[in-house]
């Protein structure tokens, strides 16, 4: 299997902007995580799915994030409108069975 | 409340010497898993171990070894011999069964093997 794949690597975009970040999960993993991971916070939980629901969003930080999961192969993170303190490095990650693998991440930032 | 303590921020060692990571829970819950993650600087989370509340037996992979002691809530993390790759943040957690695979980190250690 070629592990969780997300996309973009990079993200570069100015303030306001929309911007949507992919993940394509394990093939036959149950859940998908949405981190952020920042210097000052560490890795945050923002949301999470169990068989494309969302379960829990309370992580996520303002209504300006959104989070959606159509099928078991892909979800989007979005963030409308984007601002400079956004800037972070994203990750996806799928589980089954109790253990997480975790995406290269997105790494946004936000001029 | 389920909780990681990762007391070590930063550490430095030279290159060959021994390290142990440092990693103190606390659960309410019987039945609870620990694991052990790695990030290097190019980023990416790498899963390394993860152990089950009833397994207390220590594990030993390579370099790597893993002490488990619940009547201590722990579950440190050593590397033997260290190397200048070995050089990442090294990431401690926990997650109680039943809560949807959901995992609490702890605030990571800084591991710098120096040449």
């Known amino acids: 299997d070629a592990g969780v794949i997300q996309s973009p690597r990079h993200e570069v975009t100015e303030m306001g902007q929309e911007v949507t970040l992919r993940c394509k999960p394990i093939?036959?993993?149950?859940?998908l995580f949405w981190y952020r991971q920042t210097m000052m916070r560490g890795l945050e939980l923002l949301i999470y799915?169990?068989?494309?629901?969302?379960?829990?969003d309370s992580g996520m930080p303002e209504d300006r994030f959104s989070a959606k999961m159509p099928n078991a192969s892909f979800s989007t993170l979005k963030i409308q409108p984007s601002e400079p303190r956004d800037s972070a490095v994203y990750f996806c990650?799928?589980?089954?069975?109790?253990?997480?693998?975790f995406g290269p991440g997105t790494r946004l930032l936000v001029l | 409340a389920q909780k990681v303590t990762q007391a070590q921020t930063e550490i430095s060692v030279v290159e060959k010497e021994d390290v142990t990571l440092d990693c103190v829970y606390e659960?309410?819950?019987?039945?609870?898993?620990l694991f052990w993650y790695k990030q290097p600087p190019s980023g990416e989370l790498v899963f390394l171990i993860r152990?089950?509340?009833?397994?207390?037996q220590n594990e030993i992979s390579g370099r790597y070894s893993w002490n488990f002691q619940k009547s201590t809530s722990s579950f440190n993390f050593t590397i033997t011999a260290s190397q200048v790759v070995d050089s990442a943040v090294y990431f401690c957690?926990?997650?109680?069964?039943?809560?949807?695979?959901?995992?609490?980190f702890g605030k990571g250690t800084r591991l710098h093997i120096l040449p």
């Open positions: 990650a799928s589980s089954s069975q109790e253990t997480q693998y």
């Open positions: 093939s036959g993993h149950d859940y």
């Open positions: 799915f169990n068989n494309n629901v969302p379960i829990d």
């Open positions: 659960t309410r819950d019987t039945t609870y898993y």
């Open positions: 152990r089950n509340s009833f397994d207390e």
């Open positions: 957690a926990l997650s109680e069964a039943d809560r949807d695979d959901k995992i609490i």
